[in-house]
């Protein structure tokens, strides 16, 4: 705290020894190493402009004051004319509002577009369409991006419409392959079945091939009784019915048989089938993707190159025509000439709806047989004061704080506090620049009335 | 480095006289630097949550007209209460990660260039250090804000928390009353300027401010000058050059606000 004191004293005494003492922080504005404030309200309160400050925080409070204290309707026919007036002054406002804005918007568009025409002819070009020289870049790069694109999307296509039929045909030559397989199967399984039948039809009449044969030559024996005949006969009979019931038996047992492997072959051939369509699917798919990211790859590519070109160019236009000092002073002539347009065209529209609202207010004032007051308007109007109070408080403070650096620089202080909550040490530069402030000229105009 | 004899003796004269000088001469500018935060709000990242806040203060806004329809007074503050804490919590969401970046950025900037208080560039007039552009700089640089390794030193730049001087008794009885005051005396402006003439305006205009100017002088001064002169002793008996605001401290600084609310009690 020493070294630093020090350093202050000694900035006081002599502005050289406190930076010889090298106690200084090098980037400071300031011109001395003490620190002072100033209380602004005071120096503001003994300008020289103050009393014009005053006089319009007058007319607001008049205004303001005006628009609370208006009378009041009494009777049905006041209170309906009121009503019918704020309708009214509602749908003026509406109505002026709707023009300011198609104004705006026609001024903005009639300076676009002779913009456009000066640095279309700047460029050397034809009459520039909505949007300009950029405009028509603009509408050129987005010409070739979207057929670009289009043929992308065309090559995609029909890259894709080619690989759908392939697979198609693929698949359907994988399921007359499995058609064939399957019924192959079932040929061979029938035949193998068959064999067994006819193995065991075989098999059967051998084992009974003796006892037929025994009863076939006891039945050809003439002396035969013909109850043994008939003994005989049966017997034989039963020998061949339990031989075709067997055989029978076996014969439905392969048809079930049979059945089961035809449906299982059959459910083999679609599990093959769909794990084909699937995997060709996928196969598709991943071909697709791989086209697609391709041509997005080189519509990419394209497309930086396109972009290269289109802001080149525009780079190039922007480069000529910021660089034509007749190009730039047309359009600050087209632009200064068309905001005074609008502005003029906006403060006559301003005047006339400030004409009407007047108007619908004597109107029915006088239906009402009281007078109306117009709110809005007085509001409108303390706006104004108002805006005119700030500019010219800003521009005392303005001045202020150059009498502040001036006082500051004479007496070595090196930083100034506009608003302090309480002074210690620092010095306080308040009379100094109330005295200065004091001193400069004053006003000789007054300011402007409320509404005039 | 050339030192002149009489720059030196000056100095050594000046360094002497101290050591039996008041206080009030230990004045030095040298750790003070301001910032303009109106800039810093602007970045990017800023403008980018308060459009996202606005954006959920609008999506709320009509739930909020649904909820209080219909509904009793009380019930509409609790509703109000309950919609202003979640957009309070939306503005912490949004907010409270940028403004510590912020502020670890303008620690960053102070301690790299030896400053132990920074304050809203608002209230200096002229002199300083502006740091806005640095901090500016430190916060667009991507990944986090690397903080200081040491916190400030002490300052001799004082800070007082107006809202606890404002919440005292004594302020806060002042207050109700030159509100009250002022609330009667604008019923009896707005009376007595019906019906008049514009020339008769500025005299009842006049007669108003002289009474609003009286009153607050009578009523408010008083305490004014008693915080002024409680907070000048604070800050004369800590060696410190002046006190300012708590809302226009930005970083650093001595607080003073126990021992001004203490003294003021």
Redesign the interface.
Known sequence: MLALSASACAKSNDQRAGSLLGLNTPGLNGGGAAAGYVDIDKVVAAHPLNSRLQALQDQITLLNAAAVSGPTPVTPAQIKAQDDLQHDLADAQTAFTQSLADKQNAYHLKEEQADADITSKALGGAAAGPGGIVGGLQADFQRQMVAMQQSARATLDAYRSDLYKQDSDHLRHVQTLLSQDVAAKLRAKDSQLSALETAYQIHLAQQDQDQRLNLKAKLDNLSLSPADRQTYANQLQAIESREASLTGQMKAADLVTSQAYGKQVQADATKRFNAERLATEKDTNVKLAARQTELESSIRTQAMALGGQFQSKLNSANASLSGNQKVQSQLADVHAKILAQYQADADAAMASYQATRKQLVAKYSAVARMQFQDNVALSMQAEQLAQQRKQLYDGIVSQVQTLVADVARRDGVGIVFGAIAGAGNATDLTDQVIKEAAALPSPTSQPTAPGG | ?Q?STK??L??V???S??LV?P??????????GFIDQGAVSDLAPFQAARQQFTAYQQSLSPQFQAAIKGKSPADQQAISTQFNQKLAAEQQQLFAALFARAQTAIAAVAAN??LNVV?DK?????????ITKDVIDVMDQPGPVVPPVNSPAPS?I???D?TQLDALPKAKSAQDTFLQFRQQL?TQ???Q??GKTDAQ??AI??S??GQLSDEQKKVIQPLVDA??????D???S????????QT?RVYGGTDVTADVVKALQ
């Open positions: 480095m030192i720059t030196t000056a100095a004269a000046a360094a006289f101290l000088a206080q009030a001469l230990a004045t030095d500018i040298s750790d003070v260039k030896g304050v608002s209230i200096v007039i002229y002199g300083g250090m502006d001799e004082g800070y007082v107006q604008q402006l707005n009376q300027l019906a305006k500025p205009i006049q108003f401010n915080t002024t002169k409680a907070i000048a604070i800050a004369k800590k060696g410190l050059m002046l006190v300012i605001d226009a």
